[in-house]
């Protein structure tokens, strides 16, 4: 065996010796120019591009076998400025070829290339006259067939100009293989380069390489991994008169927020758009993505439909969605109606500009939907967004025990907002329906309440102070919780000047309830105020300054008499203060006469100085009068003041 070795050994070191001593007298012999021809010939073969040479040529055939050439330039004959810009490239050469005094390059280096990548029109570039040559001479049998089949590009720099969609784009630090084995049609390229200030790895690989270079089907699979987000396809593409690609498309971002923002998408609102993640059979035709069996993932929320996303010029986005449960309080938690810690309305002003930035047409259908501390039952709604001008429909809801209906609408004009609101609540739970939309926690039953109305502003504050429209409610078998009309009526009735007592709880039941309102320029004016109960009914006059948060209301509280009694006892009240905590009290002078004793006294005291002295003192037992500008006055007051 050992003498098997030994003998065969021996001619495979003559062999070697004889290439070494080949080598070095080829690299002796080596004629450079014809080489350096050899080259460009072959490099313009293969890319239809010309090789401007402006630096030195270095030639090596031992120990390796290549020729580098500096400050290179390649461009088409019919152009000026070259598409491409190379520092350093080189030809690494075959060696047996080399030995035979042929030079075929094995695969070409270029060293901080600058590409420039100029669109003229739909599918056309600077670059097509190359991807055209490169596809005639790739294909088996050709004339001038394709003799290396791989390109490194290392530090390299990438700008993208399209004038006609106003697009710059610069891709830096490229480093990037690609390669095209001679025994297969396949295709791929892996690398990794920097763009808008991420590091993006991809990796490109084409079934059939000829065809997709010639317009014609072949399979893709790509792959993007940056931390803003990442994207995968997997299926076919073509381009023959328009880009076209079907598969499927897979798009996952830690948030969908950043996501926009480093592609140059203005993020809607400041709330909102975090875990973000798509997958999808996607088609594309032109600039037209269509996605079919969407299963998409936002901010925890999961939706499954269809969604149509195209760019002609500005983005526009169409889906129809159905989930489970739907959370939308991240997108509205930065929306601060009044000031924080206070009870005024904020006045910073609205952020509108993402209105401006997309268009969308949406149509939506939840189990259950949460907004803030609003529970709704199965919802389906719509948005449509275009030309800066937001419409929000609901077309049915069911919350609060009952069913909401309407629309919102918002326009922007320079930074104004233009608002409408429509909507009507059906046999809703007033006390529910109340609090969590106007802050009003003393109200029970069940009703209606329909609002139409419109305003203009910059920010909150300018919204509420031109407010107008009209607003109406109806409720029955309730109650007003905070005091007890019926046995504050009954008290006074019998003594008038024995003051309100305390009548902080309990409450007025009632069995029907009617309020309408009408707003003229922030302030809210009552039509028709009236709170019918079985003893009692309330009737109601006056305004309430929407900007202001107050109230200036005057009424008449009642004892409804029983059939065949003698007619009941009427007491007007006034309701003044913030609609927080207002005051709530009874008019002093209509008490004092209704008071045996003090009338007459009422009546003797013609001077106008010593009747309001004398009806100062009888407030403070009464509890009546304006707020209490005095420490001593404020516990009558008080006694009326409901919760």
Not at 184 to 198: H, K, N, V
Request: glycine share 10%.
């Amino acid at each position: 065996m050992t003498q098997a070795i030994k003998r065969l050994g021996l001619p495979v070191a003559v062999l070697f010796g004889a290439a070494l001593i080949g080598l070095i007298g080829t690299s002796w012999l080596l004629n450079r120019d014809a080489l350096r021809q050899a080259v460009e010939a072959q490099i313009r073969a293969v890319t239809g591009l010309d090789l401007v040479v402006m630096g030195a040529i270095d030639v090596s055939v031992f120990p390796g076998s290549y020729i580098s050439f500096h400050n290179v330039g390649l461009k088409g004959s019919d152009t000026v400025d070259p598409a491409l810009q190379v520092d350093v490239l080189t030809a690494n050469l075959r060696l047996l070829p080399l030995l035979l005094r042929r030079f075929e390059i094995a695969d070409v280096m270029m060293l901080r290339p600058q590409i420039r990548v100029v669109r003229h029109g739909p599918g056309d570039s600077n670059w097509t006259p190359f991807l055209d040559t490169i596809a005639r001479t790739m294909k088996p049998g050709a004339e001038n067939q394709v003799s290396f089949s791989e390109i490194r590009i290392q530090d390299g720099v990438l700008k993208y100009e399209d004038a006609r969609n106003q697009i710059s784009e610069l891709l830096g630090d490229i480093d990037l293989s690609l390669a095209w084995p001679s025994i297969s049609r396949s295709f791929a390229a892996t690398g990794q380069f920097d763009w808008r200030g991420e590091r993006v790895e991809g990796s490109l690989s084409a079934g059939d390489f000829v065809a997709m270079l010639s317009g014609d089907r072949s399979g893709l699979k790509a792959r993007l991994v940056s931390a803003p987000i990442k994207l995968a396809f997997d299926g076919s593409v073509a381009n023959r008169s328009s880009l076209m690609m079907e598969g499927n498309l897979t798009i996952d971002s830690p948030s969908l927020r950043n996501a926009l923002r480093w592609t140059g998408q203005p993020p809607p609102g400041s709330g909102g758009f975090g875990r973000f993640a798509l997958r999808a059979r996607a088609s594309v035709v032109g600039t037209s993505l269509a996605l079919t069996g969407v299963n998409v993932e936002l901010d925890g929320n999961v939706a499954e439909g269809v969604m149509t996303i195209a760019n002609s010029g500005r983005p526009t986005l169409q889906a129809t969605l159905a989930a489970g449960n739907l959370d939308f309080t991240p997108y509205i938690s930065t929306v601060r109606l009044l000031a924080s810690g206070a009870r005024d309305w904020n006045r910073q002003l609205f952020d509108l500009t993402s209105l401006s930035a997309t268009d969308l047409d949406m149509r939506l259908s939840a189990a259950r939907v949460t907004v803030g501390t609003t529970k709704l039952g199965r919802t389906a709604f719509g948005a449509n967004l275009r030309g800066g001008a937001l419409a929000l429909s609901v077309g049915e809801a069911q919350i609060y025990g009952g069913i909401a209906k309407g629309s919102l609408g918002i326009a922007r004009s320079d930074t104004v907002a233009d608002v409408q609101a429509q909507f009507q609540f059906t046999d809703v739970d007033l006390q529910a329906c109340a609090s969590e939309l106007f802050g009003v926690n003393k109200l029970s039953g069940r009703g209606n309440i329909s609002v139409a109305l419109v305003a203009s502003g910059a920010s909150p504050f300018g919204l509420a102070s031109s407010l107008d429209g009209t607003a109406t409610l109806t409720g029955q078998n309730g109650a007003i919780a905070g005091f007890n009309v019926e046995q504050l009526l009954k008290r006074l009735e019998r003594r008038p000047l024995s003051g309100g007592g305390n009548f902080r709880s309990g409450s007025t039941p009632y069995d029907k309830l009617t309020v309408s309102v009408r707003f003229n320029d922030g302030i809210a004016t009552a039509e028709d105020i009236r709170v019918e109960g079985s003893a009692t009914r309330l009737t109601l006059t006056g305004t309430a300054s929407v900007p202001a948060r107050e109230y200036d209301l005057k009424g008449v509280a009642s004892l409804t008499s029983a059939p065949n009694a003698p007619p009941g006892f009427d007491l007007p009240f006034v309701v003044q203060g913030p609609w927080e905590d207002p005051l709530v009290f009874p008019d002093p002078e209509s008490l004092i006469r209704r008071s045996p004793g003090a009338a007459p006294l009422l009546d003797a005291v013609k001077d106008r100085k010593t009747r309001d002295a004398v009806k100062s003192v009888i407030e403070r037992f009464t509890g009546g009068g304006v707020r209490p500008a005095t420490p001593e006055a404020a516990p009558a007051a008080e006694a009326v003041k409901p919760n």
